[in-house]
């Protein structure tokens, strides 16, 4: 199993361009999450999602749209991007959480700065 | 709205040395995770605390919850250099996904020969 992957490793962004961020999962999990992480703090919550064809937001959705058309991936696309954005952003995945020993899977990150 | 705190937020301890790095929380909540990020890297669990009283204990780490006082510490015993990174706890109000886990802001631990 590869778990999480995630691509592109690092991307420099020009103000208002555009970008996918793309994140796929081959552990069969139904739920996926986008997290993006500042200099100096914890991660916060993008987006999210339960299974193919339903989203919804966390705690920090503004400037950002996500789809998920099949269980294994989860796209983050960044519309008009503004230094803001600057930042890593992990996605992690997980199954429905029912044992003590379930925990979140993460991806090894995306560094994008905007410049 | 639930907030968690860690302290310290940056700490240089020497090889061999004792130290406890404290999570506290604002709201109720039963369900505690740590995390180990290396720098560059992601995100590695830990710990879940999942009660009251819970302790679990990996190498020379281990970690507790206090439900009650809203408490979690994660112990550090005769450090050594691997240990250098950044530990996150992490708390969770959720039921069936995650999508209600509040990180606290890290501690950045640096142990030095």
């Known amino acids: 199993n590869a778990g999480v992957t995630q691509t592109p490793k690092f991307r420099i962004l020009k103000i208002g361009q555009s970008m996918t961020l793309q994140c796929a999962q081959d552990m069969n999990h139904n739920y996926m999450y986008w997290y993006r992480q500042d200099p100096g703090m914890g991660l916060k919550l993008i987006y999210y999602?339960?299974?193919?064809?339903?989203?919804d937001k966390g705690e920090v959705p503004n400037g950002y749209n996500v789809s998920r058309s099949t269980t294994e991936d989860f796209p983050l696309r960044l519309e008009l991007a503004a230094p803001s954005q600057t930042s890593v952003y992990f996605c992690a995945s997980s199954y429905l959480r029912r044992h003590s020993t379930d925990t979140q899977y993460f991806g090894p990150g995306t560094r994008l700065t905007v410049l | 709205e639930l907030k968690v705190e860690q302290n310290p937020l940056f700490l240089s301890m020497q090889e061999g040395k004792n130290y406890t790095i404290y999570c506290n929380y604002s709201t109720t909540s039963d369900r505690l995770y740590w995390y180990r990020q290396d720098p560059g890297k992601s995100l590695e669990s830990l710990f879940v605390l999942l009660s009251n009283g819970a302790v679990k204990q990996e190498g020379r780490l281990m970690a507790s919850l206090d439900t009650k006082a809203r408490l979690s510490t994660l112990h550090i015993t005769a450090a050594v250099h691997d240990l250098s990174a950044t530990y996150f706890c992490?708390?969770?109000?959720?039921?069936?996904?995650?999508?209600?886990?509040?990180f606290g802001p890290g501690t950045s631990l640096s142990v030095i020969p």
């Open positions: 992490a708390v969770d109000r959720g039921e069936t996904s995650y999508d209600k886990v509040i």
């Open positions: 999602s339960v299974g193919a064809g339903i989203t």
